[in-house]
């Protein structure tokens, strides 16, 4: 068996500037308006 290696790019900055959004503040907003009550510390990745 031949085990291959998966690899993947987290692309959320990208799509969110080319929103105009530049802080997860904003995009909080935005997921609250459509129903998604996540907190803060849920949403934001811990850097």
């Known amino acids: 068996m031949v ?3 998966v690899q993947y790019k987290w692309w959320l900055s990208e799509l969110m ?3 105009g959004l530049h802080n997860t503040t904003d995009l909080i907003r935005l997921l609250a308006e459509r129903g998604n009550q996540k907190s803060e510390r849920v949403t934001v990745p811990a850097s």
Do not use: G, K, Y
Request: glycine letters at 0%; zero cysteines; hydrophobic letters at 35%.
């Open 17 to 19: 500037a080319a929103r």
């Open 3 to 5: 085990r291959r290696e």
